[in-house]
Protein backbone atom coordinates (compact mmCIF):
# COMPACT_ATOMS: atom_id res chain seq x y z
CA UNK A 1 0.00 0.00 0.00
CA UNK A 2 1.28 3.68 -0.83
CA UNK A 3 1.67 5.73 1.95
CA UNK A 4 0.37 9.21 1.25
CA UNK A 5 1.48 10.93 4.24
CA UNK A 6 -1.00 12.78 6.83
CA UNK A 7 -4.62 12.13 7.17
CA UNK A 8 -4.83 11.51 3.45
CA UNK A 9 -3.69 8.14 3.48
CA UNK A 10 -6.30 6.75 6.03
CA UNK A 11 -7.35 3.58 4.76
CA UNK A 12 -10.56 1.44 6.71
CA UNK A 13 -10.80 -1.96 4.89
CA UNK A 14 -12.95 -4.89 5.64
CA UNK A 15 -12.40 -8.26 3.96
CA UNK A 16 -15.07 -10.54 3.49
CA UNK A 17 -16.54 -9.75 7.35
CA UNK A 18 -19.58 -11.47 8.45
CA UNK A 19 -21.02 -11.01 12.29
CA UNK A 20 -23.25 -13.66 13.90
CA UNK A 21 -25.38 -13.88 16.78
CA UNK A 22 -27.24 -16.99 18.12
CA UNK A 23 -30.21 -15.96 16.23
CA UNK A 24 -28.01 -15.92 13.10
CA UNK A 25 -25.83 -13.87 10.54
CA UNK A 26 -26.47 -10.17 10.72
CA UNK A 27 -24.21 -9.59 7.43
CA UNK A 28 -22.00 -12.02 6.13
CA UNK A 29 -18.94 -11.80 3.32
CA UNK A 30 -19.22 -7.89 3.45
CA UNK A 31 -16.18 -5.93 2.02
CA UNK A 32 -15.52 -2.40 2.76
CA UNK A 33 -12.94 -0.23 1.64
CA UNK A 34 -13.40 3.26 3.43
CA UNK A 35 -10.70 6.24 2.86
CA UNK A 36 -10.18 10.06 4.51
CA UNK A 37 -12.73 12.31 2.43
CA UNK A 38 -15.38 9.38 1.97
CA UNK A 39 -18.48 10.04 3.89
CA UNK A 40 -20.39 6.61 3.81
CA UNK A 41 -24.30 5.64 4.68
CA UNK A 42 -25.00 2.24 5.94
CA UNK A 43 -29.21 1.53 5.38
CA UNK A 44 -31.72 -0.79 6.03
CA UNK A 45 -34.76 -1.42 8.56
CA UNK A 46 -34.49 -1.86 12.03
CA UNK A 47 -32.56 -5.02 12.80
CA UNK A 48 -30.95 -5.32 9.82
CA UNK A 49 -27.73 -5.06 11.80
CA UNK A 50 -26.74 -1.31 10.86
CA UNK A 51 -25.40 -0.53 14.42
CA UNK A 52 -23.89 -3.73 14.64
CA UNK A 53 -21.74 -3.16 11.30
CA UNK A 54 -21.05 0.44 12.54
CA UNK A 55 -19.60 -1.07 15.84
CA UNK A 56 -17.60 -3.60 13.82
CA UNK A 57 -15.73 -0.92 11.64
CA UNK A 58 -14.87 0.82 14.38
CA UNK A 59 -13.16 -2.11 15.93
CA UNK A 60 -15.36 -2.30 19.03
CA UNK A 61 -17.05 -5.60 17.86
CA UNK A 62 -15.07 -8.42 16.92
CA UNK A 63 -16.20 -9.98 13.62
CA UNK A 64 -17.52 -13.83 13.56
CA UNK A 65 -15.38 -14.54 10.42
CA UNK A 66 -13.49 -11.88 8.16
CA UNK A 67 -10.61 -9.09 8.80
CA UNK A 68 -10.64 -5.36 9.44
CA UNK A 69 -7.17 -3.39 8.46
CA UNK A 70 -6.66 0.44 9.67
CA UNK A 71 -4.07 2.26 7.65
CA UNK A 72 -3.12 5.41 9.18
CA UNK A 73 -0.67 8.26 9.54
CA UNK A 74 1.93 6.37 7.43
CA UNK A 75 1.34 2.58 9.09
CA UNK A 76 -0.67 -0.56 9.66
CA UNK A 77 -2.42 -0.68 12.74
CA UNK A 78 -3.21 -4.23 14.34
CA UNK A 79 -6.96 -5.10 14.58
CA UNK A 80 -6.97 -4.55 18.10
CA UNK A 81 -5.54 -1.54 18.31
CA UNK A 82 -8.56 0.25 15.38
CA UNK A 83 -10.86 1.76 18.08
CA UNK A 84 -7.86 4.16 19.23
CA UNK A 85 -8.76 5.71 15.80
CA UNK A 86 -12.30 5.92 15.62
CA UNK A 87 -14.83 7.45 17.32
CA UNK A 88 -18.53 7.12 17.98
CA UNK A 89 -21.61 9.00 18.25
CA UNK A 90 -24.91 6.56 19.08
CA UNK A 91 -28.06 7.06 20.96
CA UNK A 92 -27.05 4.11 23.00
CA UNK A 93 -24.09 5.28 24.32
CA UNK A 94 -24.41 5.82 27.87
CA UNK A 95 -23.41 8.79 29.53
CA UNK A 96 -21.46 9.16 32.96
CA UNK A 97 -24.42 10.84 34.80
CA UNK A 98 -22.28 11.89 38.15
CA UNK A 99 -20.78 14.55 35.42
CA UNK A 100 -21.32 17.96 34.57
CA UNK A 101 -21.22 19.17 30.64
CA UNK A 102 -17.97 21.06 31.19
CA UNK A 103 -16.46 18.08 33.28
CA UNK A 104 -17.24 15.35 30.56
CA UNK A 105 -15.67 17.26 27.88
CA UNK A 106 -12.70 18.05 29.77
CA UNK A 107 -12.47 14.15 29.94
CA UNK A 108 -13.26 12.78 26.62
CA UNK A 109 -10.85 15.50 25.12
CA UNK A 110 -8.18 13.92 27.37
CA UNK A 111 -8.79 10.59 26.26
CA UNK A 112 -9.02 11.25 22.08
CA UNK A 113 -7.23 14.93 22.37
CA UNK A 114 -8.93 17.86 20.14
CA UNK A 115 -9.53 18.27 16.46
CA UNK A 116 -7.14 20.94 15.26
CA UNK A 117 -9.65 23.63 14.77
CA UNK A 118 -12.39 22.97 17.08
CA UNK A 119 -14.00 25.75 19.52
CA UNK A 120 -15.49 24.13 22.20
CA UNK A 121 -16.94 26.77 23.46
CA UNK A 122 -18.70 28.01 20.07
CA UNK A 123 -20.01 25.06 19.50
CA UNK A 124 -21.50 24.64 22.51
CA UNK A 125 -23.17 27.83 22.00
CA UNK A 126 -24.50 26.86 18.31
CA UNK A 127 -25.66 23.35 20.17
CA UNK A 128 -27.74 25.62 22.86
CA UNK A 129 -26.33 23.36 25.67
CA UNK A 130 -23.28 26.65 26.72
CA UNK A 131 -26.13 27.70 29.11
CA UNK A 132 -25.89 23.93 30.71
CA UNK A 133 -22.15 23.65 30.86
CA UNK A 134 -22.49 23.36 34.42
CA UNK A 135 -25.40 20.92 34.75
CA UNK A 136 -24.88 17.37 35.54
CA UNK A 137 -25.61 15.24 32.54
CA UNK A 138 -28.05 13.06 34.42
CA UNK A 139 -30.04 16.28 34.44
CA UNK A 140 -29.97 16.74 31.03
CA UNK A 141 -33.12 16.04 28.33
CA UNK A 142 -32.71 13.26 25.52
CA UNK A 143 -31.84 15.68 23.09
CA UNK A 144 -29.36 17.54 24.83
CA UNK A 145 -27.57 14.29 25.63
CA UNK A 146 -27.50 13.35 21.79
CA UNK A 147 -26.09 16.77 21.17
CA UNK A 148 -23.65 15.98 24.03
CA UNK A 149 -22.64 12.61 21.77
CA UNK A 150 -22.03 14.64 18.89
CA UNK A 151 -20.08 17.51 20.75
CA UNK A 152 -17.41 15.04 22.26
CA UNK A 153 -17.78 12.87 18.59
CA UNK A 154 -16.70 15.94 16.14
CA UNK A 155 -14.63 17.93 18.46
CA UNK A 156 -12.55 14.60 19.11
CA UNK A 157 -8.84 14.22 17.32
CA UNK A 158 -9.75 10.86 15.50
CA UNK A 159 -9.82 10.26 11.56
CA UNK A 160 -12.72 7.81 11.24
CA UNK A 161 -16.12 9.24 12.71
CA UNK A 162 -18.80 6.78 13.20
CA UNK A 163 -22.63 7.85 13.53
CA UNK A 164 -25.33 6.02 14.74
CA UNK A 165 -29.20 7.82 14.64
CA UNK A 166 -27.19 10.81 14.79
CA UNK A 167 -30.39 13.42 14.81
CA UNK A 168 -32.00 10.47 17.50
CA UNK A 169 -34.44 12.93 19.94
CA UNK A 170 -32.92 15.82 18.21
CA UNK A 171 -35.71 18.55 17.20
CA UNK A 172 -35.40 20.23 14.06
CA UNK A 173 -32.61 23.03 15.64
CA UNK A 174 -31.07 20.06 16.38
CA UNK A 175 -31.05 18.83 13.07
CA UNK A 176 -30.26 21.79 11.23
CA UNK A 177 -26.93 22.22 13.69
CA UNK A 178 -26.50 18.59 12.97
CA UNK A 179 -26.51 19.46 8.95
CA UNK A 180 -23.77 21.94 10.13
CA UNK A 181 -21.70 19.99 11.66
CA UNK A 182 -20.94 17.56 8.90
CA UNK A 183 -20.41 19.74 6.65
CA UNK A 184 -17.51 21.34 8.71
CA UNK A 185 -14.56 22.41 6.93
CA UNK A 186 -12.24 21.02 9.59
CA UNK A 187 -14.16 17.55 9.31
CA UNK A 188 -14.05 17.24 5.39
CA UNK A 189 -10.82 15.30 5.28
CA UNK A 190 -12.30 12.54 7.96
CA UNK A 191 -13.72 8.99 7.16
CA UNK A 192 -17.20 9.58 8.08
CA UNK A 193 -20.34 6.54 8.27
CA UNK A 194 -23.42 6.86 9.08
CA UNK A 195 -25.85 4.34 10.04
CA UNK A 196 -29.53 5.44 9.58
CA UNK A 197 -32.59 4.97 7.72
CA UNK A 198 -33.59 8.31 7.47
CA UNK A 199 -32.59 9.78 4.62
CA UNK A 200 -32.72 13.45 5.76
CA UNK A 201 -29.37 12.57 7.91
CA UNK A 202 -27.46 11.14 5.19
CA UNK A 203 -28.00 13.15 2.38
CA UNK A 204 -25.64 13.91 -0.56
CA UNK A 205 -23.41 11.09 0.96
CA UNK A 206 -22.66 9.18 -2.11
CA UNK A 207 -21.61 6.01 -0.95
CA UNK A 208 -24.30 3.19 0.54
CA UNK A 209 -24.17 -0.04 1.95
CA UNK A 210 -27.52 -1.08 2.16
CA UNK A 211 -28.43 -4.13 4.50
CA UNK A 212 -31.38 -6.06 4.06
CA UNK A 213 -32.93 -7.89 7.20
CA UNK A 214 -33.17 -11.56 7.79
CA UNK A 215 -36.00 -13.55 8.57
Given at each position: MIDLGGSESTQLRMCRGGKRFERGWLFKNLDFNGRASEQWAITGPNGSGKSTLLLSLGGYLELTEGNLALHYSG??????????????????????????????????????????????????????????????????SSGQRQKMRLLMAFGCNAPILLLDEPCSHLDQQGFDWYRQLIQLPIVSHLLMVVASNDPAEYEGMKSLIHLSKSD
Open positions: RDWPEVQISRHTVLASPYLDIPASLTVKELLQFHQQLKGIRLGWDSLEHLGMSGLKSQLHKKTAQL
